[in-house]
């Protein structure tokens, strides 16, 4: 796909030029974009009215814009609570605020963001982000609101630029902007403590930059065209730096990159040099200075957390060693392992944690009633051990005895510092892993048997080799069975304090649930050397936190009473995601998108497809077509092939990924589509007026059109969020009985609001008789935000509906007979609320919780 550099609707008559031909020939008419507006428009426009244009253009990117920032800070503020996943994201902030390191999933620039806006707007770092529904009370919060509502409102100006650009319409651009204003799904996730409105600037800035470079493509060089390059690659640091998600931006720009460059390769009015220096400018600008920039955002996120917090456990102890607080930070131990040493294992694999023992065995039935020996992330004495000559008992710390270094390939034992006994291996089955052999703690004051007997493996190393604490990554092979050391990550049972199972695998393949190292290292007859000695290098750091990051990324599992999804359900708008309301709050918030702009996205998908197909193949078959159906043509397969090949790379790589997924992943997704949206069907309507030209009102149905597609999103805007009631329980504690509730004037008035909903609800039917099946049906929907089934059957008691007062003209005309038919619904009497009818949840609910399950 050459890249996009838009077109008007004549971008048409390609006149070859000398040395060109075929594609090389389209792309040099591409580059003559003035050159074909002059012969489009003969008479040049006055100059007054270049100006009014221009002041038109500047007018509306600032009412788009303006437009934006209103919807995204209205309200900003509700509720004044944890919301979702701002217990991770706002704790994270704290974090950095506090220069406590800790371990994410992510890249650091997103949370060094958030950090760095709650301290310029004066939030201490103190308040503690437990879990969602907790009271921000006096703690300072809006600023790392107001920064993500901030980001999250460019993503339309700059959606309206890029389509600008592509079309040259600015009807196409309009309705975009339109599309991604009045949604609520985007409306929703930029207003809260969240790395996905950072992670969406990014992409649409890095998709602007491009398409902007593109333009200049006749003005190679100039400082334009360094500048939105060097964008770019400033956007694309900044997206990969947020989320790894960022990858697919990378991937279309580079894409486009190539491309690009093929085209110039082509242009036989270019020297090689030029080409040349072509290729050397995006090398620097869109692969030096992204990576630059990237290493840099590590390079402070190290800097920063610099003290000792809860990410310790996850990284190697060598990276422990430089944290202030960890017992390894400034520690003094022997560097080398030898015969007598007390010495702490730790697994590598991630929240695995030490090697460790006590007392308690293991039960009957569970293979030999032997000690247990298990892993425990936390230091303990039970985590000693002490290494020891497999044929030998005596003492070698023995004054006598010189010292004796263990050396990759020797036989051991390891020897229980605090019950003496060594650990041990057998062909008795694991306790939770099938097919792995038992470990246990056996022996009388370190005499047991030959299945004590380990060889100790440094991974990549020759026989000889000495082992370097913290440093030589080493794996235990029992002598006898031949298994390797190591731990499934299972958690016991109680009888095993809940701790991690360790087993012998049979299975020799290298992992990091097998592979060990030791930590801390006690040897009187040994020299002590600083761990400052052995800490790793700024490369090793940024190697191992990738891994780690990538190991826990693949690791996520959904949280309690959390609902995940699956990549088919998202552009269909199948099931959202509850922000707040698992506690008992006053605020409920539903991240779900507005179902006109996300129907109106996928129905564009399938048009665009069969459209540009069939333009494609009449293209290709040499098809003779009006000079303004041809750029219209262009317009539809270069601009909206750009977006549709974002949509498809923020959207299929999910299929492949094993990780749990939510529906928030789709959305740098949905903002290609309504960019896709915008472009084709300002391209089908002008295509559709030019058809019936000779039809006297054939001018107006591009405008018609527009302007209703315009109403529609924000129609449904206003539609989804009506002035109705802010709840559907009625709670009567303050009445004596629900008989008391039922006549009293408030519950009168409550009926009034239920009323208009069920008004709202009666457009939704064609068949009165099935109001109740639809309401009910509701309710099934509506259990995904926490909602029991069970609040939706029918309970005791009659619902006294000619009490209700009259409407009068608020209702439709099938409303009353629709409140006649309600009338015979039983309603619920309980100890807490009483429910009008009782097809209505028995919760609480906010206005922005009626998109789930009014649509």
């Known amino acids: ?324 607080g960890n017992n390894l930070h400034n520690a003094s131990i022997p560097e080398h392992l030898a015969y007598g040493s007390v010495i702490t294992v730790k697994n590598l694999q991630m929240a695995i944690g030490y090697l460790h023992s006590h007392r308690h065995l293991y039960p009957e039935g569970i293979g030999a009633r032997q000690q247990q020996v298990t892993t425990y992330l936390h230091k303990d004495y039970n985590n000693l051990w002490i290494i020891k000559k497999h044929n030998t008992n005596s003492d070698p710390l023995d004054p006598s005895f010189p010292v004796e270094f263990v050396r990759h390939g020797d036989i051991i034992r390891l020897e229980h510092k605090e019950t003496s006994r060594n650990l041990h291996s057998h062909y008795h089955e694991a306790p939770l892993t099938r097919k792995h052999y038992q470990v246990t703690g056996y022996g009388i004051n370190g005499t047991g048997d030959s299945n004590d007997f380990w060889r100790i493996e440094v991974v990549n190393r020759k026989f000889g080799n000495r082992i370097k604490v913290l440093r030589s990554r080493i794996r235990l092979i029992h002598l006898v069975t031949g298994c390797v050391l190591g731990s499934s990550g299972k958690v016991l049972p109680k009888w095993g304090w809940e701790q991690l199972e360790v087993t012998c695998t049979p299975y020799l393949k290298e992992t990091l649930n097998s592979i060990w190292n030791v930590e801390d290292h006690i040897n009187p007859k040994l020299p002590n050397i600083s761990l400052n000695v052995l800490q790793p290098s700024f490369p090793e750091i940024l190697l191992e936190s990738h891994m780690v990051m990538i190991w826990g990324n693949n690791g996520l599992k959904p949280k309690d009473n959390e609902f995940t999804s699956k990549p088919w359900h998202w552009p269909i708008n199948y099931q959202g995601l509850r922000f707040s309301g698992v506690n008992d709050t006053d605020f409920r918030v539903y991240l779900l998108g507005n179902p006109v702009v996300w129907w109106l996205n996928l129905l564009s998908i399938a048009l665009y497809l069969l459209s540009g197909s069939i333009i494609a193949i009449a293209m290709q078959r040499g098809t003779r077509v009006p000079a303004e159906v041809a750029g219209l043509s262009q317009v539809l397969l270069r601009g909206g092939g750009q ?79 009506p002035d109705l009631l802010p709840l559907f329980q009625y709670n009567y504690r303050q009445f004596s009985s629900p008989e008391d509730c039922l006549s009293s004037p408030e519950f009168l008035d409550h009926i009034r609001k239920v009323m208009l909903v069920i008004d709202a609800a009666v457009t939704n039917v064609e068949d009165l008789s099935s109001l109740e099946e639809y309401l009910v049906s509701l309710g099934r929907k509506h259990r995904t935000v926490g909602v029991k089934l069970s609040s939706f059957s029918v309970g005791k008691g009659a619902l006294p509906l000619s009490r209700a007062p009259d409407l009068g003209p608020l209702l439709s005309p099938r409303s009353p007979l629709a409140t006649h038919y309600l009338s015979s619904i039983p309603i619920s009497l309980d100890n807490q609320s009483c429910i009008c009818p009782a097809v209505w949840p028995r919760h609480a609910l906010d206005l922005s919780e009626l998109p789930s399950f009014l649509v």
């Open 1 to 324: 796909m050459p890249p996009a550099t838009g077109g008007g609707l004549a971008e048409t008559e390609l006149r070859p030029r000398r040395g060109r031909c075929g594609p090389q020939a389209t792309r040099a008419a591409d580059r003559d974009v003035a050159a074909r507006a002059a012969a489009r428009n003969p008479k040049r426009p006055a100059r007054g009215s270049r100006r009014f244009e221009t002041a038109s253009r500047w007018a509306l990117l600032a009412l788009v814009t303006l437009l934006s920032f209103a919807t995204r800070f209205h309200r900003l503020d509700e509720p004044p609570h944890i919301c979702w996943d701002e217990t991770h994201f706002g704790k994270m902030g704290s974090y950095y605020i506090n220069r406590t390191f800790f371990f994410d999933v992510h890249p650091p620039l997103g949370k060094m963001l958030i950090g760095l806006a709650g301290y310029l707007s004066g939030y201490d770092g103190t308040f503690l982000f437990q879990k969602p529904g907790d009271k921000y009370e006096h703690h300072s919060y809006m600023g790392m609101r107001g920064f993500c509502a901030f980001l999250g409102s460019w993503l339309v100006p700059f959606a309206y630029l890029t389509v600008l650009d592509l079309s040259k319409s600015l009807s196409a651009a309009l309705l975009t902007a339109a599309l991604l204003t009045f949604d609520t799904g985007c409306l929703t996730l930029s207003q809260y403590i969240l790395l996905d409105p950072i992670l969406m600037f990014f992409i649409m800035a890095a998709m602007l930059s491009m398409v902007k470079y593109n333009s200049c493509v006749d003005r190679p060089f100039s400082a334009p065209w360094w500048f939105w390059l060097s964008l770019t690659g400033v956007s694309l640091a900044g997206a990969l730096g947020v989320k790894f998600v960022g990858l697919f931006i990378i991937l279309q720009v580079g894409l486009n990159t190539i491309a690009d460059l093929w085209y110039l390769f082509g242009d036989l009015s270019l020297s090689l040099v030029t080409v040349g220096k072509h290729l050397t400018a995006r090398v620097l600008c869109l692969i030096v200075l992204p990576l630059a920039l990237y290493t840099a955002t590590f390079a402070v996120h190290f800097m920063v957390l610099s003290k000792s917090g809860p990410g310790d456990g996850f990284f190697s102890s060598a990276f422990q060693a430089r944290l202030s």
């Open 643 to 721: 977006v549709l090949l974002g949509w498809m790379l923020h959207y299929f790589p999910f299929f492949l990924m094993g990780r749990v997924l939510y529906f928030h992943h789709y959305f740098p997704a949905m903002l290609f589509s309504s960019m896709l949206t915008g472009i084709l069907w300002d391209t089908l309507l002008r295509l559709c007026a030019w058809g019936l030209a000779s039809w006297p009102l054939a001018r107006g149905i591009h405008v018609a059109g527009i302007l209703s597609l315009l109403l529609g999103t924000a129609y449904r805007l206003f539609a989804l969020e």
